[in-house]
């Protein structure tokens, strides 16, 4: 499957197509359920197995046991991969993010680009040829040199193995070619400008430890321990439904981290993340309730952050799935084809409620598709185009598209009843509070709506077996993963193949507008500009509407960890950053102690770059990041 190094690549698959006349196709051959292969591990299924882990992993045979400093989080998310060519869950990614530093990373306080492996870059020859100056006496968690060869490998081999391109081929898919003339320097050549080059916070992989694997599409990375690493954290251990564990890595070149282990616990319900947190079993639970967040409030020994967060919450419906030859497939209501109807839904939507009752003043309304924290990039519809809270002319809209009422009914021209399906996930209770709301708003105006909440929303979305859907992602600082999903070429290759699609979304508008923004390399206003110009026309599609941007809510204990770093500084989140700086730079409390005489001290901060873990609120598809993924996120 893979040429040689010289030859040219093909295309890379997932959501971003290069910026020229005929993009990329992302997601080329790739199965619907990537479960049949790396998909199928879950990370952290509810099980006692995780605190036992975490105290036998501080058995060492020293006699001081005691004065080991874990740091356990609770988190509730499932992982496809610990492989960085395949993960694209948001939990799977930020444990990726902890092992492989990228060339790129974020600035904790202002978010912007700062250097990472790679000291310095500077693009020439009209942005299409960028050289990377590598940061000098990096090493490997085994001790061996990390070079410029290591990033040539990565990049070269996701260009040209479809497996290895799974989770971010599309960054690559604009590059020509990639060398490395010296051990510190790295040259990519593109076909065209890439304003992304910027921001290159893919993970790098040691070449001589993945150059042996036989098959990347069916490595997921989770079986030989030590796993040799560039990041803070090495990973030491794993047990599917159960735990995973990592070390400080001695070797990484911004310092080791303080704690000496970092133990990932799940806990499917919330109730009891929080009930381990209050004893002091675990450190650190994210993605709180209202609720839960007001009960922990002024408990001793625990702080509740309240950041702003990086995601929107947003209402999706099906336009007609179909593949990238425009062949059609799934079974979404036809009805939502009518932009009447579309627009209809939305204004019987009130976002103010959605916000005070649902989270309770946790978040701010909806408006655009990148959220404020992203100054730059964030967009707000005009008085005229925006679409508000109004019933009555959403009733209108509903006559006029031909669905009149009929004995409290909404029934169409065929005399069938207006009856809608919404995917919903079972473990959010956002989604779950916010559906009766829609029950009562659509009900009013006759539609009908079956609340589908499920564990797993990902094999009826690919499918397009579905009327309307919860949707949400984590943005990154750089936004392009987030618009790349929403391009033509993110369409799934055929009906059997997943794509990098969010929601089936197809405008040449839009495309035509990513191009622009990806080529704007050298000018970051003019790019912000048009970034802001894309969501103007994918609000205007009507396919989805933002119904509101949560806060990270978060808590942990004070007696566990002394200070934490958010980001960004002021009003940020401790979890899922663009980075990995809360897990690298945390702080034990000088007077933790393991009051239950079996559960591991300590917190679980931050995420990895470009990606975002979010527990139980975040949409998991076999093909989708999250957060991030962040993410990528």
């Known amino acids: 499957m893979q040429p040689t190094d010289e030859n040219a690549p093909t295309p890379g698959p997932l959501h971003r197509p290069q910026p020229a006349a005929r993009p990329a196709r992302p997601g080329r051959r790739l199965r619907r359920v990537l479960g049949a292969g790396a998909a199928a591990l879950a990370l952290i299924a509810a099980t006692a197995a995780g605190p036992a882990a975490a105290k036998s992993a501080q058995d060492d045979g020293d006699g001081d046991d005691g004065d080991k400093a874990v740091l356990t989080a609770a988190v509730a998310q499932s992982v496809d991969s610990l492989s960085p060519f395949l993960a694209v869950t948001l939990v799977a990614t930020s444990l990726n993010r902890l092992m492989y530093d990228s060339l790129v990373n974020y600035d904790v306080k202002t978010q912007e680009p700062i250097p990472g492996l790679a000291e310095k870059w ?67 050549e593109l076909k065209e400008p890439q304003a992304t080059m910027n921001s290159m916070d893919l993970p790098i992989v040691p070449k001589h430890v993945w150059q042996d694997v036989e098959d990347l599409g069916k490595f997921n990375n989770d079986s030989d321990f030590p796993v040799v690493s560039s990041g803070p954290y090495i990973l030491t251990g794993f047990k599917t439904d159960s735990y995973v564990t990592f070390e400080p890595n001695p070797n990484f070149w911004r310092g080791k981290p303080k704690f000496d282990e970092l133990t990932f616990k799940y806990y499917k319900e919330t109730d009891a993340a929080v009930a381990a947190l209050r004893k002091g079993e675990v450190s650190f639970v994210p993605d709180l309730t209202p609720a839960h967040a007001a009960s922990l409030e002024g408990q001793a020994d625990i702080k509740v952050n309240d950041g702003q967060g990086r995601r929107f919450w947003a209402i999706a419906t099906n336009p007609g799935a179909r593949d990238v030859k425009g062949r059609k497939f799934g079974d979404g209501h036809p009805a939502l084809l009518d932009p009447r109807v579309r627009e209809a839904l939305f204004l019987a939507v009130d976002r103010e409620v959605i916000v005070d009752k649902v989270l309770q003043g946790h978040g701010v309304e909806g408006e655009g598709y990148i959220p404020p924290r992203f100054g730059d990039y964030h967009w707000k519809p005009s008085a005229e185009q925006k679409i508000g809270h109004d019933p009555a002319k959403a009733a209108r809209l509903l006559d006029q598209a031909g669905y009149r009422l009929k ?97 089936f979304i197809c405008n040449k508008d839009y495309d035509r507008l990513y191009a622009e923004q990806l080529a704007a390399y050298d000018d970051p206003e003019k790019r912000a500009e048009i970034v802001r110009e894309m969501q103007s026309v994918l609000y205007d599609t009507g396919y989805m509407n933002v119904l509101a941007y949560p806060n990270s809510v978060e808590a942990y204990r004070t007696d566990h960890i002394e200070s934490i770093t958010a980001m960004p500084a002021g009003n940020g989140n401790i979890w899922g950053q663009d980075g990995s700086w809360s897990w690298a730079t945390a702080v034990p409390a000088a007077e933790a102690s393991d009051d239950d005489g079996g559960s591991a001290m300590g917190v679980v901060l931050g995420g990895g770059a470009a990606v975002a873990v979010v527990v139980a609120a975040g949409v998991v598809f076999t093909m989708r990041r999250r957060a991030t993924a962040e993410d990528r996120e």
């Not at 490998?153 to 010296?182: C, I, L, Q, R």
């Not at 959010?428 to 006759?446: I, Q, S, V, Y």
């Open 122 to 188: 500077e693009p020439s020859n009209a942005g299409k040829t960028w050289t990377y100056t590598m940061r000098d006496g990096v090493k490997w968690s085994d001790g061996k040199p990390l070079t410029a060869e290591d990033a040539r490998w990565t990049f070269h081999t996701m260009m040209t193995d479809e497996a290895a391109g799974a989770a971010n081929g599309s960054y690559v898919a604009n590059f020509a070619k990639v060398s490395a003339p010296d051990a510190r320097t790295l040259v990519v």
């Open 407 to 503: 004995d409290g009914k909404r029934v169409g021209k065929d005399g069938k009843p207006l009856d809608l399906r919404m995917l919903c996930h079972s473990t959010d209770a956002r989604d779950k509070a916010a559906g009766k709301f829609l029950e009562e708003w659509w009900g009013a105006l006759g539609i009908g709506l079956d609340l589908q909440c499920l564990d797993n929303v990902g094999d009826p979305w690919v499918a397009g077996e579905y009327d309307l859907a919860f949707d949400g992602w984590s943005v990154n600082p750089d936004p392009d993963f987030v618009l790349a999903i929403h391009t033509c070429a993110a369409l799934p290759e055929s009906e059997d193949v997943v794509g990098q699609t969010d929601n």
